[in-house]
């Protein structure tokens, strides 16, 4: 594969406007960013929900601008457990949750007064563009969806992974399942060869551009959660 290159987008002017949501009663931390000095009453929209590991402006950042320089508001989240929203456990991976989370986001970016509640996109990459799949096929008012290299067959991307790292994974998940007192997490990406959730297609080098002005957490729980 060829180094990634993230488009500069510093030219593009925005403006932040902070908020929150509720989500199975858990505080959610959200952004919406809009065209800097827009006089327009209500935008079109996008909705970005992120992948495995996401949190705000992580590898997002070319995407939101170039969006909101097309006239869009674009609104960003973190899911529960994650980044500045509430919710434990910290850094689990739990899809059911994610989607749910990724609903209430919807309802919310609906609900705020910049936004054209009936021009909704989303756009999704990776496991995120997996929740798109399901989320675009719950509300069909949406006006589309850009989905991403999603992840669409967790069974085929467990079998990707060579025998010995998933027998490392099963450990590493069987522990923690037993062990009382604190969970036992895993980096969620290291770099090629190296033990993580994720060492292919350069996903380190990828995530050392995306997060290099801010500040994140590299691990996930051991065994996530696969309850409702």
């Known amino acids: 594969m060829v180094n990634r290159q993230y488009p500069d987008t510093s030219d593009v ?28 009453q209500q935008l079109p929209a996008i909705l970005m929900v992120g992948g495995w590991g996401s949190i705000q402006e992580a590898l997002t950042s070319s995407f939101t601008n170039r969006f909101v320089a097309a006239g869009y508001a674009v609104m960003e989240f973190d899911y529960q457990g994650w980044g500045l929203s509430g919710g434990w456990p910290r ?7 994610r989607v749910k989370t990724a609903n209430a986001a919807l309802a919310h970016i ?22 798109v799949v399901d989320l675009v096929a719950q509300h069909p008012d ?8 999603p992840m669409l067959d967790g069974l085929q991307a467990v079998r ?22 604190a969970r036992i997490h895993i980096p969620t990406v290291a770099p090629q060869g190296e033990f993580g959730s994720m060492d292919r297609d350069q996903a380190w080098n990828a995530v050392q551009l995306g997060l290099a002005a801010h500040t994140a957490r590299n691990m996930i729980i051991a065994s996530p959660r696969v309850q409702s």
Request: proline share 6%.
């Open 13 to 40: 002017k925005t403006s932040a406007l902070k908020s929150i949501f509720i989500a199975d009663g858990v505080t959610c931390a959200a952004t919406l960013y809009l065209p800097e000095g827009s006089c327009v």
């Open 91 to 97: 850094q689990d991976i739990n899809p059911w949750r």
């Open 110 to 131: 609906k609900n705020l007064p910049q936004v054209n509640a009936r021009h909704i996109v989303l756009w999704g990459t990776s496991f995120g563009g997996g929740h």
């Open 142 to 149: 949406l006006q589309g969806a850009i989905i991403q290299v």
């Open 160 to 181: 990707s992974v060579p025998v010995l790292q998933s027998i490392r994974f099963l450990g590493y998940g069987l522990a923690d399942l037993l062990k009382p007192g």
